[in-house]
């Protein structure tokens, strides 16, 4: 019996975007669908990648270079995608991801300003075609959500930032979201919790319907 590959959902958003809350409700929605999920984060995801986002995210390299960041994020990445996320996916399971690459083009791209190309290089080389068959990108101004995150814990490396570096940062996932419409869906995050998970209910479910047809 051939097993039907499993499909990659990938959630995005600035700070304080309620990614954390909205994820485990995804996760809720598509268990309570009868998928199989496993639940992963970028960088991160492996016990190799766990230890790259601690250097990436924590205060000891506040110098690190945007080229040395970027490659960083690839390099996780790349265990990522061999040691978890292509053998839940081969093996029918549905695998939801807090951040991918995105998330590079948006923090490195815009953020940072690195070239484009070059991440799309990097792109081409690690993942070999594979990409997220959804995202949903959790939207909302910046100094909003800059306000909430301010209610959480310490800030992380890239928390610290100023609000140019995320308003840069939200400009290039629009522009993602316009570029690539039918995977991308953009969710207001800046209303009441229980109308972001109205839209993300209605997004989700209407996935698992297309390819419950897909499958007929």
């Known amino acids: ?31 309570q669908s009868g998928i199989e999920v496993v639940f992963t984060r970028e960088p991160g995801g492996t016990a190799l990648g766990e230890d790259i986002r601690d250097l990436l995210l924590g205060h000891k390299h506040t110098g690190m270079a945007s080229d040395t ?20 996916l081969n093996q029918g399971k549905w695998v939801l991801c807090d951040r991918f690459t995105d998330a590079s083009y948006a923090y490195q791209g815009g953020g940072r300003g690195i070239d484009m190309e070059r991440i799309r290089h990097l792109e081409t080389w690690v993942q070999q075609g594979i990409a997220p068959d959804l995202t949903l990108l959790l939207d909302l101004p910046v100094q909003t959500g800059l306000d909430r995150a301010g209610l959480r814990s310490e800030p992380d490396r ?3 930032e100023q609000n140019a570096f995320f308003e840069r940062v939200r400009a290039t996932y629009l522009e993602i979201a316009e570029r ?7 969710i207001d995050a800046g209303v009441s919790l229980s109308q972001v998970q109205k839209q993300i209910e209605r997004a989700i479910t209407e996935f698992i319907q297309v390819q419950g047809n897909l499958n007929d």
């Open 1 to 31: 019996m051939t097993i039907k590959r499993g499909k990659f959902i990938t959630v995005e958003g600035g700070e304080g975007a309620g990614k954390s809350s909205n994820l485990a409700f995804i996760r809720d929605l598509l268990e």
């Open 69 to 88: 960041e970027l490659m960083l994020m690839f390099a996780a990445r790349a265990e990522h995608l061999a040691r978890l996320i292509l053998p839940a």
């Open 158 to 160: 890239f928390e610290v």
């Open 180 to 186: 690539d419409q039918h995977r991308v869906r953009i």
